[in-house]
Each structure stands twice: as C-alpha cells, then as structure tokens.
C-alpha cells in the first residue's frame, strides 16, 4: 500500500479488548504509560478514542480528552513499526482532530516529539512552549519531612480542584479523581495558614514513578512535595515533565541528580488556549492529556 491509499485506512472506536494492542505498541515506543493509562483513556473519552485498521488488523492508536469546550487533548499517536510512513498517524490524528472540533473546544493541543511537530506544524498547529523530561534515580532523603506536606486526603479534594483549575487553566476534576486513587501512597499535599499551597500526584508507570500533576506557589513549597515523593520510592527511576515556563522546576530537578532525556514542544491548533500558571507547574499530568 503506498502512501497516498488513505481509504484502506479504517479508523473505528478504541474498546477495552484494544489494550493489550495497544500496550504493545506503547512497549515498542518504549514509553511509560501503564495498563491502567490505557483504561483511563477509555473512561475520559470513549468516543475520541480510535484503532487504524488495514485490512482489518490493527496498526495504530490515538486517544482525546475533551476539558469542556476551552480545549480538548490529542495523545497516544502510535503506529506500528512495520505500518509507518503508510498516512497511518495522519488520518489518526485528523480522526482526533475532527472528533474534538466536532465536539465544540475551542482550542485542540497536544505535545509534540521533534518528529512529531514537523508533521502537525502544516496542518495549522503552533507553538506554545517547550517541554523537558528529566530522569533520575531516587536519592536517599536525610532532611526531616516539613511539616505542612501530608498525604493526600479525600477532604483535601475540593480545595485541590479549584487551586489546580486556576494554574491548569481548566476544570479537571474527573483526571484528578481517578489519578489520585491509584498510588495514594505517592499523592501528596502542602497547606499552609492560607490553605492549600501545592500538590503532588504521582503514579507507577510501565518504566518508572511518573510525577505529575506536580504544581505549587512557590519553590520551597514544590520541593517539600518531591522530596516527601522522592522518599517513598528510593532508589527508583523516576520521570518528571517540567513545562520550560517554569525554570525553577527544571533547576529543582537538576539538584536532586536528574537529567533530560528528552524534549517536546506544546502545541495548538485553533483559538488560542486558556494560559493558566504554567510558571506554577512543575509537572504536567502528562503528554497524553496535558
């Protein structure tokens, strides 16, 4: 098939017996979403989740996740490696495209590989700023636990909705109740007399602890959240994504030993997105879903 065949591209609805496809596919990319991401996906966004088919089999995956009308999100653009440069991810991310537009966001994002903006920069996405991904290996904690950082706590949940709506720049509500109830244990939040000053959300991934939603109102409060992090799983690998407005983020993570592996840049397509306080976040939720 060459690449301009696009009709004997099939694109149909993502369901729940696609994973353990689809989880191949995210191990051959070697990235560090889990099963439990895949499911996740399903229950945000039934509808915006896609399988490419060619001749019936299945060859690539793309998932949304709609936050209102202000913006939706396009993620987990993958094809498999025997299928590339056949027009596979094009028509899945126009399938997504066309999904949330129809849907009625006003802006569509996502966050691109280097690769992966060539191919969005034609089709009217623009740049809106750049993100790192640093790696590092949990040190061993000697400072005493500050006092204001608690495990996260059902009661603590309202508040934490409306501090990250401001910063995030949307209501996400139903991403931070299924994020928090997987790893409690890694799920932190600092208070102080003015209430809620950061939180801290982190899960097992495929490879490695992913950190994120991390966000604070200042540096000390961020760093009292990762180190109270950092010591629960000492001696793992751990992923950060630091969006580059927030340089102190990116200082913070090379203090504690960490190191980039790799960049993307932030895009959208459409009106301009809510700004919120990227300067705030010191972890995103992730790629897939901002």
């Known amino acids: ?73 396009i993620g987990m653009v993958l094809v498999h490696p025997d299928r590339r440069r056949l027009g596979v991810g094009s028509k ?67 508040e934490i909705v409306r501090f990250d709506e401001v910063i995030f720049g949307a209501n996400r509500a139903r991403v931070l109740t299924e994020l928090t109830q997987r790893n409690p244990g890694l799920c932190f939040v600092a208070r102080t007399a003015d209430g809620i000053a950061g939180f801290l959300v982190a899960r097992e991934g495929a490879r490695a602890v992913q950190v994120g939603p991390w966000l604070a109102r200042d540096a000390v409060t961020a760093e009292q959240l990762f180190d109270a992090m950092l010591r629960r799983v000492t001696r793992r690998l751990v992923f950060v994504d630091v969006p580059a407005p927030n340089s102190t983020g990116e200082d913070l993570c090379r203090r504690h030993g960490f190191q980039i592996q790799r960049v993307l840049t932030r895009m959208y397509l459409g009106g301009p997105p809510e700004p919120g306080r990227p300067e705030l976040i010191y972890s995103i939720n992730g790629a897939e879903k901002g």
């Not at 001749?55 to 913006?71: L, N, Q």
């Not at 802006?107 to 691109?112: C, G, H, K």
């Not at 700023?129 to 636990?145: F, I, K, N, Q, T």
Request: aromatic share 10%; with cysteine; charged share 25%.
């Open 1 to 73: 098939m060459s690449p301009t065949d696009s009709e004997a591209i099939r694109l149909r609805r993502f369901c729940a017996d696609d994973i353990p496809f689809a989880h191949e596919l995210r191990a051959l990319a070697g990235w560090n979403q889990s099963e439990q991401d895949w499911r996740g996906y399903l229950r945000f966004e039934p509808e915006g989740c896609l399988i490419a088919e060619i001749d019936g089999a299945r060859v690539g995956t793309a998932t949304t996740i709609r936050y209102g009308d202000k913006f939706g999100w």
């Open 92 to 158: 899945l991310l126009r399938g997504a495209i066309d999904y949330l537009q129809r849907s009625g966001v006003r802006s569509v994002r996502l966050d691109a590989t280097p690769m992966g903006r060539q191919v969005y920069l034609p089709l009217g996405f623009v740049d809106e700023y750049g993100l790192s991904r640093w790696e590092g290996v949990a040190p061993s904690m000697d400072r005493v636990a500050a006092k204001g950082v608690a495990e996260l706590q059902a009661a603590d949940f309202p």
